[in-house]
């Protein structure tokens, strides 16, 4: 009874070791992320089976032990043996920037086309002059009038979060704040 009392303290089990920090399958000793090993295809059933057989037969020979120490080292075979038979997978992640919404995307456009304008002008003879500075300011007057539409959008994305977050999610602003400060700013 002793005994046993001893062992729980320690954290042992009847016939498991002290359970250390177990480290994922995607991550060596040190923290590192592993590079990804380059599976064959689906369709090419005589590699995976060779592979499954090269598998069987070194985890036949070489694992002994209790069944926590034959899983982590399972593990790290497979990976190694894949690693070495069909190489890291080269693939790199691509960070995608933010897509632009439409406003956003068509002002860039109208900017765009009043620097064309521009150099036109400056290029251009007397007689175009007057035309293509009638034109400008037509692009002018439609990106002051998306740049507002998109700017008030944008007020009024923040004003409804910020409203959200005062009235759902924090319910002490509502006793700090009262009711009718609450409802004023989501109006």
Do not use: C
Not at 161 to 176: G, H, L, Q, V
């Amino acid at each position: 009874m002793v005994e046993r009392n001893q062992q729980e303290q320690e954290g042992l089990d009847n016939n498991r070791q002290p359970q250390e920090s177990k480290r994922t399958s995607d991550t060596s000793e040190n923290n590192i992320r592993r590079k990804r090993v380059k599976w064959p295809n689906n369709k090419s059933k005589s590699e995976w089976q060779q592979f499954d057989e090269d598998v069987d037969a070194i985890l036949n020979t070489t694992l002994a032990g209790n069944i926590d120490r034959k899983i982590e080292l399972m593990t790290s075979f497979i990976y190694n043996i894949g690693m070495d038979r069909f190489g890291a997978d080269e693939k790199e992640v691509v960070r995608r920037e933010d897509q632009k919404n439409r406003r956003e995307s068509k002002i860039a456009k109208m900017r765009k086309d009043l620097r064309q304008l521009k150099k036109r002008y400056n290029q251009a003879s007397e007689d175009e002059k007057p035309a293509l500075s009638e034109l400008r300011d037509t692009i002018r007057k439609k990106l002051k009038i998306t740049r507002r539409a998109e700017r008030t959008r944008k007020r009024r994305k923040n004003r409804e979060s910020k409203s959200s977050i005062y009235s759902r999610s924090f319910p002490i602003y509502i006793k700090i704040f009262g009711e009718e400060r609450i409802r004023t700013t989501e109006s």
